[in-house]
């Protein structure tokens, strides 16, 4: 890791952690407000129709909810404002959650029967800022302080899989109100599930369908046969390739994949990482520049689970936007959200053909 | 069937459908506008990483989005405007979507290959008009009308259950801008799906498990469990019974189930259908009364495919919404989107007691 981290607690315990560019960055200043410890109580649900879990999270009802610039708490601390961040300034810093759906130490659960089963809300919950600047974006970070972001992101994947009963961690970000983005402020979470997440599952059985019937990694194939067919291919790097998927949901959505058979994040080396951070930002760029407006986005990360299937799984980021046009966006509703069958408005091939044409 | 049923066409050979609550209505008013013949370009997509069939509708993207009232081509026609019910009134009424993302008679597709499946997006979109009042909603319908929507619906899954490809009707209805309803009116949509949609191949999945194991039918064994749970049950005839799922994924969430055990809505009998008009009236009423506002929903059915599982499926209606405070909406950010990770803000226990609470 080039970048020199810091770990730290917060006034109410939870742990903060800077990442710095620059050795010998002086971060012993302490959090000096009065916090209340965070009440958590989440459980997880098996949804038994579904073959799924659900969190529960009843106390995450009254938290915050867009505030003012001059009250955003990830920004770094003034004398006036103490926000999360105690340091007068940042590079990448990462927290737990003061909200958090899932945690450490929860209490047991009493015990249900028949067909309802739950457990507690076993994880963890962190927060990853990009950078001090309130106003920026993660498609306007330089080149250098996106590798930073990686080198956190990697730190906590390893980090996060080795506590208790943590059985994915799933790293992302949130970008925009039009997805419900409650926090302006650039930056993205981690959730450390203590499951493997649907569709995590998913894709790991088909993956695993396909080696048993071809002895190779369904992800590479895709890889490769979109490599071929170059007509919905973004952009590309010796060590990378972005693409819209054949079978796009999402009217702008592209993946982003090691080319390299890698599991996780964790497992990419200097040159991935260097290459990784170019085309992402190039990637992110596009989606701005299609419409020429900030363009909500999910961006999300999918890696191997902590314990299962390491080999099947294959690191790709998933980038994808609910915007259809300028003016209008895609909703979900009786058909996705009712019967789970996604329609695309917007053929991946043209969405390709925007991205590529899109000013950067 | 109650109601008289009168197929005719529309300008450009499309049908709608009259049921009408009295007999000896004239319905041989004609279609005078011009039409061009619908354009429809969907195919459907596999997504071999998910096993999941995605349409591609890339004709779509032009369709009507919220005109004013007095444009509304839900409403009758009258001498000065021509809408898509040539009738200067109707009970209920229902037509073929202008802007499917389904159809019959679709051109063959060029074969592809390795790992890009596709066929034609055969089926068929309707609309189902419940009132011609502009400004009623399904709420405010009365318990006569609800039968004749539910006879409607039932005419239409049997028809659409043999068109040639279809493999399961979707009965569904938005409500609400919130999740992006383009059109006002009190309406509803059916789907009809050349495949098994996501949501039903899972729950069928999970029932012929546990039928393998205990010989019972799952659903029957979550409703009668609900049932002697008591705290989560909303409301209840001695045919159906309400209530919010243990492991709800959504803020305000109810199934509506039959309590026999019935494949799909054209099983019903008189009673069924009369007591479930009641009930359904009496939870869309409660959904408005927990904040005293109209709520935004949607309400989808789930039934029986047409060919397969028929005696594994158990009918019911899935009522949900995204409101989650009178100022707040849940959204689906990257956990649910990305992950396919549900977290439910509100406790199954607590949305019910309220929903228990609301003003009828």
Redesign the interface.
């Known amino acids: 890791m080039r970048a020199t981290k810091t770990p730290t607690k917060l006034a109410d315990g939870r742990e903060l952690i800077y990442y710095d560019e620059q050795p010998g960055v002086d971060r012993s200043v302490e959090d000096r407000r009065e916090l209340g410890a965070t009440q958590t109580s989440s459980e997880i ?14 106390h ?2 009254e938290r915050t ?1 867009l505030p003012p610039t001059d009250q955003c708490p990830l920004c770094p601390s003034t004398p006036d404002r103490l926000t999360e961040i105690p340091a007068a300034d940042y590079d990448v810093v990462v927290f737990e959650n003061r909200f958090p ?1 899932l945690a450490q130490g929860l209490p047991a659960l009493e015990t249900t029967s ?3 089963v739950r457990r507690p809300g076993v994880g963890r919950c962190e927060v990853v800022c990009f950078t001090s600047d309130h106003e920026a974006s993660f498609a306007q970070l330089t080149p250098r302080r996106v590798e930073t972001v990686l080198e956190a992101w990697t730190d906590r994947v390893r980090e996060l899989s080795q506590l208790p009963g943590v059985e994915q961690v ?1 790293v ?3 970008r925009g109100e039009e ?3 409650t926090l302006s402020h650039p930056h993205g ?1 981690i ?1 450390a ?1 203590p499951f493997v ?4 599952l ?2 790991l ?3 695993r369908r396909h080696h048993d019937q071809t002895g190779a990694c ?2 590479c ?2 890889i490769e ?1 979109e490599r071929s ?1 170059r007509v919905r291919v973004v952009g590309e790097t010796p060590r990378w390739v972005a693409f819209v ?5 999402w009217p702008f959505e592209v993946h982003l994949s090691a080319r390299r058979h890698a599991p996780d994040l964790s497992a990419l080396d200097d040159e991935e990482r260097g290459e990784l951070a170019a085309l992402y930002l190039d990637v992110l760029r596009r989606f701005d520049g299609v419409f020429g407006t900030k363009m909500p986005y ?1 961006a ?1 990360w999918n890696q191997a689970p902590v314990r299962v299937d390491r080999d099947l799984a294959h690191l790709y980021l ?1 980038v ?1 936007s609910i915007r ?2 300028p003016g ?8 996705e ?12 091939e ?1 969405a390709a053909d925007l991205l590529r044409a899109a000013r950067t």
Chains 1, 2 share one sequence.
């Not at 038994?48 to 879990?53: I, P």
């Not at 959200?337 to 991946?348: F, H, L, M, Y």
Request: avoid cysteine.
């Open positions: 649900r098996y949804d038994v129709l579904l073959d799924q879990w659900v969190v529960i999270a009843g995450r009802q909810y759906s028949g067909p309802f799933f992302f970000e949130n997805i419900g983005v979470q959730y599930f997440p649907p569709r995590t998913r894709t059985r088909s993956a369904l992800f194939a895709v046969a067919a998927p054949y079978a796009a949901r999910i999300a998933q994808f259809r046009s209008m966006l895609k909703y979900l509703a009786g058909t959200s009712g019967a789970g069958v996604w329609i695309n408005d917007i053929a991946p043209r």
